[in-house]
């Protein structure tokens, strides 16, 4: 637990901090940020390093897994590994066919990293709130947040990486002028004596759907992650009051942890379709 | 839950992730997959040839068999009939020796006959001479009684 000393809203603000590393103002040196204000006060140019690094460990273990199940594989009677490896993979591969029509070898790969990584990246979120912080204490790092599709930064990062692959397909599949054509002709029809007046306002119109794209995208994984985080902090937070609340705390922890199990997945799976709905988009030269 | 450096760090990650996927990870098992895929086709393939050729074999097991059945019918039918004929013909041999040892016989009883005849003839010519030497009292000229003695027997 968090210790007598510290305080409620300290135990959950505790939680709720990433480890950044960044140019400290105050003193004028690179170092880790000792509060959440410090961090706050570092701007753009720091870098929350438990995210990374627990980012890049899950996505490091989804590549060796399927890399390695790669090497194994073998086309004659497949082991429960590889037939989990498969099961996923032609899941995944079932719901780009559904969603994708068009040829290009990078979606469905692109899917199969987006799922497993956020999924990976949303079951740290079982793991006991207080383990990994506290161990990390005893390590002497102030902070370690776990989770790193709780952290804004990991989530609208693969959203706006998807957004300029949006992008990218759109201009490369349509050319600039379709693109830019497809963005000013809806949602109101345009014509030769309307077009002044009516092509700003789709221009406009059409950017703003466009950009709410990656924010849903990446704003969608981050909320329900980090709610879900925070009801696991909250919950926790009822062990050290009493006994009978504890119990309470117990029950409630795992109830939630059975209902997260189906969050974290649907999120994972709902970023990776999604992903696919855009590029889908993006490709369809003529949708009108 | 600043926006920070992290967002580019982690966009440099999420894409050399997605490339290592589309590099290292995602091919070979769609590519093994694809092998077994083709292989349980095959595998399918050949088990509805070999289907197809075990029913052919069955019925050309059925075939065989009513020909053999039938030749096996044959068989028995000419058998039956050369063991009816072999029997007639064993028969036949059978009352010829028969026949034969019986005329044999009957030869053989009729020179025992004859035989025992010439001799009971004799012994009763000797008996007739000896009487009647006994009776004449005097010797007869056996020379000169040969010849009607042997008349004698010739008569009986």
Not at chain 1, 42 to 71: C, E, P, Q, T, Y
Not at chain 2, 25 to 46: D, F, H, N, T
Request: a negative charge; charged letters at 15%.
């Amino acid at each position: 637990m968090a210790g007598e000393t510290l305080t409620t809203s300290g135990y959950i603000q505790h939680h709720l901090t990433n480890l950044t590393y960044g140019l400290n103002p105050e003193t004028g040196e690179w170092e880790f940020a000792a509060s959440a204000s410090e961090a706050a006060a570092m701007g753009f140019w720091s870098i929350n390093v438990d995210s990374m690094a627990w980012s890049i460990g899950l996505g490091a273990i989804f590549l060796l897994l399927f890399i390695k199940a790669g090497r194994s594989a073998t086309s004659g009677q497949p082991g429960p590994f590889q037939n989990f490896i498969e099961m996923i993979i032609e899941g995944i591969e079932e719901q780009v066919l559904s969603v994708f029509d068009h040829k290009n070898d990078l979606v469905a790969p692109l899917a199969l990293t987006i799922f497993v990584w956020v999924f990976l990246m949303n079951l740290m979120d079982l793991v006991p709130v207080d383990w990994i912080p506290e161990l990390a204490l005893l390590a002497g790092v102030p902070y370690m947040k776990i989770v790193p599709s709780t952290d804004p930064n990991i989530t609208m990062a693969m959203a706006l990486s998807v957004f300029a692959l949006v992008i990218y397909y759109s201009i490369k599949c349509k050319g600039l002028g379709g693109f830019l054509s497809e963005l000013s002709f809806h949602p109101f029809p345009v014509s030769k004596y309307t077009a002044p007046f009516l092509l700003p306002i789709n221009f406009i119109l059409e950017l703003v759907t466009l950009i709410a794209k990656p924010v849903s995208l990446g704003l969608r994984l981050f909320g329900n992650m980090y709610a879900g985080e925070m009801i696991f902090i909250l919950i926790a937070v009822m062990f050290s009051a009493n006994l009978a609340l504890a119990i309470l705390g117990g029950a409630l922890q795992w109830a939630w942890a059975v209902f997260h199990v189906l969050i974290i997945t649907l999120q994972a799976f709902l970023f990776s379709v999604l992903s696919v709905v855009y590029l889908s988009q993006a490709h369809d030269a003529d949708e009108h | 839950m600043n926006i920070n450096l992290t967002l580019l760090g982690q966009s440099i990650t999420f894409g050399i992730f997605v490339w290592f996927c589309m590099r290292f990870a995602w091919p070979p098992i769609k590519a093994m997959m694809a092998e077994r895929q083709e292989a349980i086709a095959s595998g399918l393939r050949a088990a509805q040839d070999a289907e197809e050729r075990l029913a052919k074999a069955a019925s050309d097991v059925d075939e065989e068999i009513s020909q053999a059945k039938a030749e096996a019918a044959k068989i028995i039918e000419a058998a039956r009939t050369q063991s009816a004929q072999m029997i007639d013909e064993a028969k036949n041999a059978a009352k010829e020796e028969a026949d034969r040892i019986l005329e044999s016989a009957k030869s053989d009883i009729d020179q025992e006959m004859n035989r025992a005849r010439e001799t009971l003839r004799r012994e009763l010519s000797g008996l007739v001479i000896s009487g009647a030497e006994q009776v004449l009292q005097e010797s007869i000229d056996a020379g000169k009684h040969e010849a009607l003695l042997e008349q004698l027997a010739g008569e009986l």
